[in-house]
């Protein structure tokens, strides 16, 4: 346990888009009717990581993510850049769709 409470104070925050970024006054989020499973390019201070996660909302330049953050066992949601996402490939949806 100790361990795990030294990871959580340790790990770097994760950094996502800011309200100013997003101009959500002048720019309306859209949610999608059911989440999307996509690759997104997330940021922490010291890196970058891909990960797999689901779209939940978009505007036109940043998309809405939702992803499970393994190592403290959370869910996160927050906004990138539509340009760090791309959605996951079809075949791999169903693969990974028959593996669960």
Do not use: C
């Amino acid at each position: 346990m100790d361990q795990r409470i030294e990871e959580f104070v340790m790990r770097e925050e994760l950094i996502m888009l800011t309200a100013a970024e997003l101009n959500l006054e002048n720019t309306r989020p859209i949610d999608f009717p059911e989440p999307r499973r996509v690759y997104a390019w997330i940021r922490y201070p010291s890196k970058a990581i891909r990960i797999q996660a689901h779209a939940i909302a978009y505007t036109k330049t940043a998309v809405k993510i939702r992803f499970f953050e393994s190592l403290i066992m959370i869910q996160r949601e927050g906004w990138v850049w539509l340009s760090s996402v791309t959605p996951v490939p079809d075949n791999e949806s169903e693969e990974k769709g028959n593996a669960g």
